[in-house]
């Protein structure tokens, strides 16, 4: 069955932080939500999630203790050990025959030889394997991540990112928030969100061919409104341009999405 939300609207007093937002959740896929701050994208997980927050729309979620989620903030207290976080995870979610599974995942995050430690004494990435950890024991059927990967070092990356192939390899819908383009173009969907709205959804590639107009490359700064650095040179948005190489990235489709949103925004489209 998949997961997800139809005409999914979220305010909190005068702000509205999603509106009209549709997500489809399937098992075995990936699914990225990608967006700056301020996007919605931690609001729409929490509402995949589960977590009460004021709505409009349909979602249609497993039930509670078929969802595994890891919050932006990590979800982890630092005063109990690695293994009491394991703990405290198949009591909460009423599991059975848990350690077998909690060994093997303590084993492909590289944390079974801190069992005892305490998860104020671990690294950044290793809180955050630590939470993957934790929403994987009951084997979700939807699994929620809000920029697991985030801030963490290129090798705790690739770790997390086995996990999460691993999860949606064994059937599970994986919906993740990311600030990272290059991990969004490893998903089968991605979600642009910009200040609550949906600018663009569907595969990678999809999303990057839709782009309007061209981007090029030069080593000075064009009209502000359309540049972007990179590195040491600058990548410019003509909306008029013309196509000439078939490859546009996912980056630099997000970008000028959200460029022509703010244009819009300010009543200057062109």
């Not at 977590?51 to 039930?63: N, Y």
């Not at 990057?208 to 409104?225: C, F, H, I, K, L």
Request: net charge negative; hydrophobic share 45%.
């Amino acid at each position: 069955m998949n997961w997800g939300a139809k005409d999914l609207t979220v305010v909190f007093g005068s702000k509205v932080a999603l509106s009209s937002v549709d997500v489809d959740c399937q098992p075995g896929e990936i699914l990225a939500v990608v967006g700056g701050d301020g996007a919605g994208k931690s609001t729409l997980l929490k509402a995949l999630a589960g977590i009460d927050v004021p709505h409009d729309g349909t979602l249609t979620l497993p039930d509670s203790g078929l969802t595994g989620y890891v919050p932006a903030e990590g979800g982890i207290y630092r005063d109990l050990t690695i293994d009491e976080h394991l703990d405290f995870v198949s009591t909460a979610y009423r599991l059975t025959d848990w350690q077998a599974r909690a060994s093997d995942l303590l084993a492909r995050t590289d944390l079974a030889d801190f069992g005892d430690r305490l998860a104020g004494k671990l690294s950044g990435g290793q809180r955050r394997k630590l939470g993957a950890a934790m929403a994987l024991l009951p084997r979700p059927e939807l699994l929620v991540l809000d920029e697991v990967t985030t801030g963490v070092d290129p090798v705790s990356r690739m770790g997390l990112w086995r996990l999460i192939a691993g999860a949606a390899a064994e059937g599970a819908a994986v919906v993740f928030a990311t600030s990272y383009l290059d991990e969004a173009e490893r998903a089968g969907t991605v979600l642009l969100l910009h200040e609550g709205h949906v600018l663009a959804s569907g595969s990678p590639t999809a999303v990057a061919a839709a782009m309007p107009g061209a981007v090029t490359e030069s080593d000075r700064p064009g009209a502000p409104v359309r540049s972007w650095r990179r590195g040491r040179r600058w990548r410019h948005w003509d909306p008029d341009g013309v196509r000439t190489d078939e490859r546009v990235s996912l980056e630099d489709a997000a970008i000028v999405a959200e460029l022509v949103a703010e244009l819009v925004a300010g009543g200057s489209p062109s």
